[in-house]
T-cell receptor, first 112, second 118 residues
Framework: GENVEQHPSTLSVQEGDSAVIKCTYS??????FPWYKQELGKRPQLIID?????GEKKDQRIAVTLNKTAKHFSLHITETQPEDSAVYFC???????????FGGGTRLMVKP | DVKVTQSSRYLVKRTGEKVFLECVQD?????MFWYRQDPGLGLRLIYF???????EKGDIPEGYSVSREKKERFSLILESASTNQTSMYLC?????????????????FGPGTRLTVL
């Protein structure tokens, strides 16, 4: 089955700096890669996703890049703000069954 | 607005008890999922269901069973709770993308149930 590894497990940045979280996946059939943000005590919520037919997607201060050859994808957050502090999860799936395999999570701390 | 609710936010049970965790979604979603969340391990899929009375094992089904008698409700059952099942349990739902479509729809999560087994 699919295996998703996520790095780093914790990341501390200064407000205004950029943050990058990286994930690798094992199943070359995977074609959907969402990112979820989970604030303390709250449910995970989708913040951005990318499908295998594109290499990059951007939404305001967040962007995701995908390298299918190398089987890795990354989340980029620019101009970080304290409210970006949360745990971020990457995931991967292929179409059939809609099952997601999640990475282990990254705790992002943005220091004011 | 999608709403996924879970029956309890916190639950404390004793070893050997039978435990029911309930999840309800109001968006007529076909797919429903149960995950457990443990620090450093991310979210691991226990079971999922793509239709009423249908279920598929996820990555860690041992010690769990599920029931889906109605489309909107998906129950996770711990037949005989053990201390290593102490965890946060998250339910999610999504719509079925449709045969022949190359898309996978967003999963919407419930608030979670923190289960402690003593």
């Amino acid at each position: 089955g699919e295996n998703v590894e996520q790095h780093p497990s914790t990341l501390s940045v200064q407000e205004g700096d950029s943050a990058v979280i990286k994930c690798t996946y094992s199943d070359s059939a995977s074609n959907y890669f969402p990112w979820y943000k989970q604030e303390l005590g709250k449910r995970p919520q989708l913040i951005i996703d990318i499908r295998s037919n594109v290499g990059e997607k951007k939404d305001q201060r967040i962007a995701v890049t995908l390298n299918k050859t190398a089987k890795h994808f990354s989340l980029h957050i620019t101009e970080t703000q304290p409210e970006d502090s949360a745990v971020y999860f990457c995931a991967a799936s292929f179409d059939a069954g809609n099952m997601l395999t999640f990475g282990g999570g990254t705790r992002l701390m943005v220091k004011p | 607005d999608v709403k996924v609710t879970q029956s309890s936010r916190y639950l404390v049970k004793r070893t050997g008890e039978k435990v029911f965790l309930e999840c309800v979604q109001d968006m007529d979603h076909e797919n429903m999922f149960w995950y457990r969340q443990d620090p450093g391990l991310g979210l691991r899929l226990i079971y999922f269901s793509y239709d009423v009375k249908m279920k598929e094992k996820g990555d860690i089904p041992e010690g769990y069973s599920v029931s889906r008698e109605k489309k909107e409700r998906f129950s996770l059952i711990l037949e005989s709770a053990s201390t290593n099942q102490t965890s946060m349990y998250l339910c999610a739902s999504s719509s079925y993308p449709g045969l022949g479509t190359a898309s996978t729809d967003t999963q919407y999560f419930g608030p979670g149930t923190r289960l402690t087994v003593l």
